[in-house]
């Protein structure tokens, strides 16, 4: 009886075994794995408006592994523009706790060949997907990556409407995922120069690291710093709150005005160097911006060899910017003072008052195509209001001094 039972005990084990070998050898066919692909495919296309491709699939469920080829992914609703993401090669191995009791778990991958590709077109038509049923994003779902490396992409964002381009031919990417908290750490870094292109000017960018984690319902922005010839940014900071985000940055930057100037194709020249440390803070339907500004050796609005030093502070939902404290000098002239500036009409009125020493007013005159132009310098308080940004509709109380700047006239100047 007991020789009966152990046989039969067996013969069960050895036919158990046989059918997980033939079920594993069914499931490395061809026919199980575009079954398998095509679900997939459906179920993206369904629920995300995302149209999934691959040119070569290869599941392996003795190392619990996948190899994937070729693929790419794109807008259901605008196939004839690039895909989003284009993947030579994928090799991912997934975690065995994670496939019997969740959350899913990759424990190594390693991506070849990344392509990003972000377009918008002229009359508005973009390849990001969009759900047909959309819902609100509120928090990431539970999954652990224990270690992802990118090892070279490319990213290009295009906006036709306006004329802008941006690319990164060479990036290098690194996820390392907490298996107790599923917070996910994500170092990036440019390996090639990148470039700005604002209709048709152009500007390189010679560096950019971003070092981030990312929780289920907040990104942090650990820091972030790019540059280029001149010009630096660094920042650091918080997104909360998905459904609506609210914004907690704090950016220093250090700005070539030439580069702004050469990309932005200003009709009014400028030069110097402006240093910025300031705070965003608030959602994304108010703003708010304050901080310290300060520049050397400006050329602006005509005038060279400016020097200013301010507190600044922006509402984006009062449309309004505050000068709290400005401090100006160049050779013709110095300014101190504060000014509370309305953005548009409805946002109210403007309003300045400052401390005006030396300030030349003949540079000031021609600025504004004057046809006779005084040669003196003024010195005084200048308090003034306005509506919005009419300034023809100025007034104010002033209390200023003239000196003259010049021995005599000349021909459309009076000394």
């Known amino acids: 009886m007991v020789r009966a039972k ?9 036919a158990i075994l046989i059918a997980a070998v033939i079920i594993v050898a069914v499931a490395h066919t061809p026919a199980v794995n575009r079954y398998a ?5 459906a179920y993206l296309r369904t629920e995300y408006g995302i149209e999934l491709k691959a040119g070569r699939v290869r599941p392996n469920l003795f190392r619990l592994s996948l190899l994937v080829e070729k693929a790419s992914l794109s807008s259901v609703a605008t196939p004839d523009l690039p895909p989003l993401i284009e993947i030579e090669r994928a090799n991912l191995r997934m975690g065995l706790m994670g496939l019997l009791r969740g959350p899913v778990a990759v424990q190594a991958a390693r991506l070849d060949g990344v392509k990003i590709t972000v377009l918008t077109e002229k009359n508005g038509r973009s390849n990001i997907p969009s759900s047909p049923s959309p819902k609100p994003f509120e928090e990431l779902p539970d999954f652990l990556i224990d270690s992802l490396e990118i090892a070279e992409a490319s990213f290009s964002f295009e906006d036709r409407r306006h004329g802008l381009r941006v690319e990164f031919p060479g990036l290098h990417a690194q996820i390392d995922g907490n298996p107790l908290t599923l917070n996910h750490d994500l170092l990036l870094r440019a390996t090639k120069q990148g470039f700005a292109i604002y209709q048709n000017r152009s500007l390189a960018v010679d560096r950019l690291d971003l070092a981030a984690q990312a929780r289920k319902r907040e990104l942090i922005l650990e820091s972030l710093g790019f540059s280029s010839s ?25 700005l070539d005005l030439s ?3 050469r990309l932005a194709g200003l009709e009014e020249k ?15 339907k108010e703003i708010r911006v304050s901080g310290q500004v300060g520049g050397s050796g400006l050329t602006v609005a005509g005038y060279d060899q400016i020097g200013i030093d301010t507190s600044v502070g922006w509402d984006s939902s009062a449309r309004r910017l505050r000068l709290e404290r400005f401090d100006a000098r160049s ?17 109210g009125i403007s309003s300045i008052q ?6 030349e007013l003949q540079r000031i005159m021609r600025l504004f195509h004057l046809p006779v132009r005084l040669a003196s310098r003024v010195t005084g308080d200048v308090r003034a209001k306005w509506q919005g940004l009419d300034y023809s509709r100025l007034n104010g109380d002033s209390r200023l001094r003239l000196t003259a700047s010049r021995p005599g006239p000349a021909r459309d100047v009076l000394g």
């Open 331 to 347: 050779p013709d002239g110095s300014a101190q003072g504060a000014a509370d500036l309305a953005l548009d009409r409805e946002a």
């Open 270 to 284: 400028l030069r110097g160097a402006i240093r910025a440390r300031v705070s965003l803070t608030g959602s994304l």
């Open 37 to 41: 692909l095509e679900r997939l495919q």
């Open 259 to 261: 580069e702004i100037d």
């Open 230 to 254: 001149n010009s630096q940014v660094s920042g650091s900071g918080s997104i909360k709150n998905f459904a609506d985000p609210v914004l907690d940055f704090n950016v220093q930057t250090n």
């Open 6 to 14: 152990r046989r039969a005990l067996a013969l069960t084990g050895a």
């Open 354 to 359: 400052a401390r005006v020493n030396e300030f």
